[in-house]
């Protein structure tokens, strides 16, 4: 099966930084996105990645250990804007389809 | 621009009445995903397409649920009859492909509410 495990909440000041795990476990790895998904909005992709390490897109960077079954996502230079939620979602199993499970998601506040 | 569309928006109807919720996907997207999201549950994946091909539909409740791809521009998901427990938002989500790394495209969801 697939869990996929995120703290609910999370706050922050303006222009800090802040990083939110997600941990899965998965009977097969097919890579780990990121989405953000505003109040009342759609998830909008933030990244994927499928190799171990970090990869860096501007303020939001995300991390990956598959050997830990961890990833995270860190937010620099926080800006209002920035509060919403932030959603890990792996494929399910294996087979070469894209049949994402999302994680609960972790709701970030931002204050000034 | 290329997004995905979803009509209606938001949908208030009584329990029992039939919901037909529709969706555009991305022009050349072979992919299409209907998800539900409500506040216990978080985001569910209902049921999937490729090339217009219903690939897997196990997360969709069989007796009232209902999802097809009449052509290559719209999948439409049909609630029959609704009950008040199928409120929640329902999203159509579209990909390039159905490759593992791709990314879907969501679109902004139909608000439902079963009365």
């Known amino acids: 099966g697939q869990n996929i495990d995120q703290p609910t909440e999370m706050t922050a000041t303006e222009g800090a930084i802040v990083q939110i795990n997600c941990t899965y476990q998965?009977?097969?790895?097919?890579?780990l996105f990121w989405y953000q998904q505003h109040a009342g909005e759609a998830p909008t992709f933030l990244s994927y990645n499928v190799l171990d390490g970090l990869e860096e897109k501007g303020r939001f960077s995300s991390f990956l250990s598959r050997s830990k079954g961890y990833s995270y996502l860190l937010l620099k230079e926080l800006q209002m804007k920035d509060s919403a939620s932030y959603l890990c979602?792996?494929?399910?199993?294996?087979?070469?389809?894209?049949?994402?499970?999302f994680g609960a998601g972790t709701r970030l506040a931002v204050h000034p | 621009d290329a997004r995905v569309t979803q009509t209606p928006r938001h949908k208030v109807t009584e329990m029992g009445q039939e919901v037909t919720m529709r969706c555009q996907p991305i022009l050349g997207h072979n992919t299409v995903f209907w998800y539900r999201q409500t506040m216990m549950q978080g985001l569910e994946l209902l049921a999937y397409f490729r090339n217009r091909a219903p690939l897997d539909d196990s997360g969709m409740p069989k007796d009232r649920f209902s999802a097809e791809m009449p052509d290559a521009t719209l999948a439409t998901l049909k609630i029959q009859p609704s009950e008040p427990r199928d409120s929640a938002v329902y999203f159509c989500a579209s990909a390039a492909s159905s490759g593992e790394g791709e990314t879907q495209y969501f679109g902004p969801g139909t608000r439902l509410l079963v009365l």
């Open positions: 979602a792996v494929p399910r199993g294996s087979g070469g389809y894209n049949k994402l499970i």
């Open positions: 998965t009977s097969g790895f097919n890579g």
